[in-house]
């Protein structure tokens, strides 16, 4: 039986107001006006994965982008699965002429293809974060690709990032971690099965990637390859971005 201390109720306390100042900002910046209709000349594809959970974050994430550069972005909302007609329709309402991938259309793509994404297909289904990996190749229509997690805020122009994502022949970039990659196996034991040595500290909330270097084929390969290991959604996806580093 827990002890409901002072500093345990003090905590819990602190923990609420923070939690209600957060859904009140949320709400307050994901309600202001819609974006413009999106530009569809943007030289990159830009993505963010949703669940219903975080759909004012996606707004506020997606908003905070457009106005720190001037540009209302064709953003690529992809549904984890759990998204209602009426998110869907509140994301179209805040970013005209973005698009809304449902997961049953995202679905259908794989169960269409040929048999040697069987592997890939299968996964998708248990492991939501590969669908940042593998669905944002199927769904860009541009050879360079943004993604962002839904967390993150933008509070001035990323003229770096920006720079990335316009150079045609730019390598691919990721978010460096406080802490150490964790990998659903050793090192060592991935580099054997890939020939590509992990490495250390990556962070895919806020990549820049060539859809050239992402290959369904071999990412299925991959998956099938490293099936005897226990599996983790982040460990999962942080290994396959790592071998696009």
């Not at 609420?16 to 949320?26: G, M, T």
């Not at 802490?179 to 580099?191: G, Q, V």
């Amino acid at each position: 039986t827990q002890r409901f201390t002072p500093r345990r109720v003090y905590r819990k306390i602190r923990r609420l107001l923070r939690d209600f100042s957060r859904r009140r900002l949320r709400t307050r910046v994901a309600f202001t006006s819609p974006a413009p209709i999106a530009d569809q000349k943007v030289a990159f594809s830009p993505h963010v994965l949703v669940c219903h959970q975080d759909v004012l974050l996606a707004i506020c994430s997606a908003k905070s982008l457009d106005l720190s550069i001037d540009l209302p972005l064709p953003w690529r909302f992809h549904d984890d699965g759990t998204l209602t007609r009426a998110d869907r329709a509140l994301l179209a309402h805040h970013f005209p002429g973005s698009r809304i991938v449902e997961r049953a259309e995202s679905d259908r793509f794989y169960v269409e293809s040929a048999d040697k994404l069987c592997y890939l297909r299968e996964m998708r289904l248990r492991h939501i974060l590969l669908l940042k990996l593998a669905d944002i190749y199927t769904f860009s229509d541009k050879d360079r690709i943004l993604c962002v997690d839904s967390d993150i805020l933008f509070l001035k122009r990323p003229d770096f990032l920006l720079a990335q994502l316009n150079d045609s022949v730019g390598a691919n970039f990721f978010n460096k971690d406080v802490e150490t990659s964790k990998y659903i196996a050793p090192p060592t034991t991935i580099e054997e099965l890939t020939g590509v040595r992990p490495l250390d500290r990556i962070n895919s909330g806020l990549s820049v990637l060539n859809r050239a270097d992402i290959s369904l084929p071999k990412i299925s390969r991959v998956l099938s390859e490293l099936a005897s290991y226990r599996r983790n959604d982040w460990y999962f996806y942080d290994h396959l971005i790592d071998r696009l580093s």
